[in-house]
């Protein structure tokens, strides 16, 4: 079997490239051959491939009519859709997997493989089709204004930063799309939650839409059972992360204990600023470095502020047996059982965080019975090995057809 795997990044740059090299090694170990589509970039890892690659775009440099020039050609590449189809005659694939295509590479490219006959799967590694902004959120609140497809509400709102500008460019991209029918084409989508799932389901009919959450190796990471009484947070530090809203928590609380903030981003500098009493700012961290961070924490948290997916930082810390503080936004409920694996609070809420930290910090049995429970509910719910069997029923089904 040869199977397209199209995604803007060819490097691990986030939850989205995390799945999709997963399922790449998967899917090279069972024989199957890969061919890559990105975009062009010097962080991509080699391939094969890389002449059939889009040029790399930025649409925030140059002047007024080069941002306008790019602008149009993030909403229908024409350069993405001759090179893939280049690339499709070259190889001749039997099904194209789609990740994250929105922008550099464009949703246009669906139609060049299914006008050749190909299948088309696209992961939902967020709301974009139903959602402009992709994120689903209009200022601190869920929306669901525009699931059903009428997108104007993206101009009225100022959804995109408050700029009309920008809200015309995303509602141009979505009204084009919808136009084109790129997302029609595609014959079946994989929402990593019930949360994305249900997101999508009044614009794309049911059998068209397949659960598949995202998996964590448990075969290479063990419960660690060590505890070496901090706080974690594992992500970038970027607004909707809500790593603010843990230090402010943390504050409150006295900082009592040390906290380990592990990640780098535009709001890195303010917050080492106001923030520095009993806290680590550990930066960017990976490799067994990460590893260990992880596995001596006593309790990791998610305080995200915006809809999260399938938080790979929430199936990891489970898989090393740790309990998990989580906000109650987007699909992080179906990962987190509320007081069994950890406990949820609202986005944004510094005093009901700083009580679940305050009730596990003070209490090492009960974060243990946590981790425990979570690292079962891993194995049993989150495997890789059960994403990787679910990822290749749904490519033999379409095969098969």
């Avoid at 448990?218 to 060590?226: D, E, L, Q, W, Y």
């Avoid at 981003?265 to 930066?283: C, E, I, M, S």
Wanted: net charge positive.
């Amino acid at each position: 079997m040869k199977v397209l795997v199209a995604n803007k990044f060819l490097f691990n740059n986030g939850g989205s490239e995390a799945v999709l090299f997963q399922e790449r090694v998967f899917l090279t170990n069972t024989g199957t051959e890969i061919i890559d589509f990105a975009m062009q970039h010097e962080r991509n890892i080699q391939s094969p491939y890389t002449s059939h690659f889009v040029s790399r775009q930025d649409y925030r440099s140059g002047g007024y009519l080069a941002k306008i020039r790019s602008a149009l050609s993030l909403i229908h590449s024409r350069e993405a859709v001759s090179k893939l189809a280049s690339l499709i005659e070259e190889t001749r694939p039997d099904l194209m997997h789609c990740h994250n295509i929105y922008h550099q590479m464009t949703p246009s490219i669906v139609g060049v493989a299914k006008s050749r006959g190909i299948p088309v799967v696209l992961t939902l590694h967020d709301s974009k089709p139903v959602c402009p902004v992709h994120t689903r959120m209009r200022g601190d609140k869920l929306c669901s204004l525009c699931l059903a497809g009428d997108f104007h509400h993206v101009l009225t709102h100022r959804c995109a930063d408050g700029s009309l500008a920008q809200s015309a460019v995303l509602y141009m991209e979505a009204v084009i799309q919808r136009w084109l029918a790129s997302y029609e084409k595609v014959d079946r989508f994989l929402a990593p939650s019930r949360f994305m799932q249900e997101s999508v389901l009044r614009r794309f009919s049911v059998d068209r839409v397949k659960l598949l959450y995202n998996g964590v190796d448990v075969t290479k990471i063990s419960a660690s059972g060590r505890d070496k009484g901090y706080v974690l947070y594992c992500g970038r530090l970027a607004p909707g992360k809500g790593a603010e809203t843990l230090l402010r928590a943390h504050e409150a609380a006295g900082c009592r204990w040390p906290l380990i903030i592990a990640g780098t981003g535009p709001l890195a500098d303010a917050l080492k600023l106001q923030f520095a009493r009993n806290v680590r700012f550990a930066g960017q961290l990976s490799g067994e470095t990460l590893s260990t961070t992880i596995a001596e924490a006593s309790v990791v948290v998610v305080p995200s502020e915006w809809c999260e997916n399938c938080p790979m930082s929430v199936l990891e810390a489970m898989a090393y047996g740790k309990a998990v503080v989580a906000t109650r936004i987007g699909g992080i409920p179906e990962l987190v059982t509320d007081r069994v694996t950890g406990l949820l609070f609202e986005p944004g809420n510094a005093e009901e965080l700083r009580m679940h930290l305050e009730c596990l910090m003070g209490d090492a049995a009960r974060r243990a019975r946590m981790g425990a429970a979570g690292r079962i509910r891993v194995e049993r719910d989150f495997s890789l090995e059960k994403h990787n069997t679910e990822l290749m029923a749904v490519y033999q089904s379409l095969l098969s057809i």
